[in-house]
Nanobody
Framework: QVQLVESGGGLVQAGGSLRLSCAVSGLTLSIYHMGWFRQAPGKEREFVAA????????DYADSVKGRFIIARDNAKKTTYLQMNSLKPEDTAVYYC?????????????????WGQGTQVTVSS
């Protein structure tokens, strides 16, 4: 059974930083691309960042480019999202997911295996 457990969220002032973690179990992480997504109240879930299987290639939503960094440690079965220069509009529940298809993980994400997410709140 695939499980994705996000952690590291919290309340931070604008301009601050947070580091999210996503622990994965139930699949061989090294054969999956990983992605981070977020959903703000009243909005659709949106793509934030993705990283290819071996970590050599990354992609970001325009809204977070230059501020967020996605990374992965396949040995630890964990993916990370370093979030810097946070803005109030970054406030959302953040989710991670895995998919063998890059076109999927770098856009809308998979249809299943979504975890509980971790809340990020940025105050102005």
């Amino acid at each position: 059974q695939v499980q994705l457990v996000e952690s590291g969220g919290g309340l931070v002032q604008a301009g601050g930083s947070l580091r999210l973690s996503c622990a994965v179990s139930g699949l061989t992480l090294s054969i999956y691309h990983m992605g981070w997504f977020r959903q703000a109240p009243g909005k659709e879930r949106e793509f934030v960042a993705a990283i290819i299987r071996n970590g050599a290639v990354t992609d970001y939503a325009d809204s977070v480019k230059g501020r967020f960094i996605i990374a992965r440690d396949n040995a630890k079965k964990t993916t990370y999202l370093q979030m810097n220069s946070l803005k109030p509009e970054d406030t959302a529940v953040y989710y991670c997911n895995a998919d063998p298809n890059w076109a999927t993980i770098a856009t809308v994400g998979p249809t299943d295996n979504w975890g509980q997410g971790t809340q990020v709140t940025v105050s102005s």
